[in-house]
């Protein structure tokens, strides 16, 4: 079992940053692909990021490319977001998620969620 919470979420304007962090509790959090993905008003759940067991490897979506960077801590039991150049775009509520398998794009690919953090991107 893998509990997930997730905090940094804000309002920031146009162009602004910021980093999200999620915080995993137990002790095998290293044996985890770690996941990012948001879901806007009205629309579906969709991917962020995600990294592997070691951070070695990273995957992204299109449109955040360049953008935002994933990373973790394996010695923390944390996951990060930090997200740059920020478009009003990019407004959701951002979760976190733990699964088992490479790239993780998928949300069926995950077995843990966090409840969410809000980021909101004003122009």
């Known amino acids: 079992q893998v509990q997930l919470v997730e905090s940094g979420g804000g309002l920031v304007q146009a162009r602004g940053s910021l980093r999200l962090s999620c915080a995993a509790s137990?002790?095998?959090?290293?044996?985890?692909?770690m996941g990012w993905f948001r879901q806007a008003p009205g629309k579906e759940r969709e991917f962020v990021a995600s990294v592997s067991w070691s951070g070695g490897n990273t995957y992204y979506a299109d449109s955040v490319k360049g953008r935002f960077t994933i990373s973790r801590a394996n010695a923390k039991n944390t996951v990060y977001l930090q997200m740059t150049s920020l478009k009003p775009e990019d407004t959701a509520t951002y979760s976190c998620a733990a699964g088992e398998v490479l790239p993780g794009t998928q949300t069926y690919e995950y077995d843990y969620w966090g409840q969410g953090t809000q980021v909101t991107v004003s122009s």
């Open positions: 137990g002790r095998t959090f290293s044996r985890y692909v």
